[in-house]
């Protein structure tokens, strides 16, 4: 019954390795996103797709690398992991791009980078 | 871009009393603003927006404000609950046609709420 998943909800690696955290959404959405929420509570975007197609790309460092294999899914890989990309990292949806919808969030997962 | 501030960081209130977050937001073309709750360890979740046709609105104990001359909006919560105690966060977005990108959210920093039973 779950709207939208994340997997894993807890990350612990060392510096320098490659990690991916996995997005899925079953409430037909057409977009999704990936937030970073840092240590200090704040919320920033830093990708968003639609059907597949790259929308919104922040000034977000090349290691971050966004992959939807289809609309269901949002992927995020990272690689070259540093101290600073400890974060929660959330998923998101919402219905379409025709206008502003509501936006739902998954459980985060929370990366610790060592 | 858009830039949205939020004040104040934390506000502690006795349970009964009444809560109030202000927001503000830097772009007049902004139409959309929404405020989320998040609880602690969980995800944010919306609990009541309003789009620039409108100046109130109201969801039983909650209600936001919209001045769009004076570029900002609030929060209302009456008769705070212990339940109430969370992260709001406030948000704003531009229209397609004013360069944003339909969807996209610009967060204001939060406010801790605090209601003390």
């Known amino acids: 019954d779950t709207a939208v998943s994340q997997t894993p909800k807890y990350l612990v690696t060392q510096m320098g390795n490659d990690k991916s955290i996995k997005c899925e959404q079953n409430l037909g959405h057409d977009t999704m996103y990936w937030y970073k929420q840092d240590s200090k509570k704040f919320l920033k975007i830093m990708f968003s797709y639609n059907n597949k197609e790259l929308i919104i790309n922040e000034t977000v460092p090349n290691r971050f690398s966004p992959k939807s294999p289809d609309k269901a899914h949002l992927n995020l890989h990272i690689n070259s992991l540093e101290l600073g990309d400890s974060a929660v990292y959330f998923c998101?949806?919402?219905?379409?791009?025709?206008?502003?919808?509501?936006?739902?969030f998954g459980p985060g997962t929370r990366l610790t980078v060592t | 871009g858009e830039n949205v501030e939020q004040h104040p960081s934390t506000l502690s209130v006795q349970e009964g009393d009444s809560a109030v977050i202000k927001c503000t937001y830097s772009d007049s073309a902004s139409n959309y603003f929404p405020w989320y709750k998040q609880e602690l360890g969980k995800r944010p979740q919306l609990i009541i927006d309003i789009r620039s046709n409108v100046g109130e609105k109201k969801d039983q104990r909650i209600a936001v404000t919209l001045n769009k001359t004076a570029k900002h909006f609030s929060l209302h919560i009456t008769e705070t609950q212990p339940e109430d105690s969370a992260v709001y966060f406030c948000a704003a977005s531009l229209p397609r046609e004013y360069g944003g990108a339909t969807n996209k959210l610009i967060f204001g920093t939060g406010t801790l709420l605090a209601v003390q039973p």
């Open positions: 998101a949806s919402s219905h379409s791009m025709d206008r502003v919808h509501e936006q739902y």
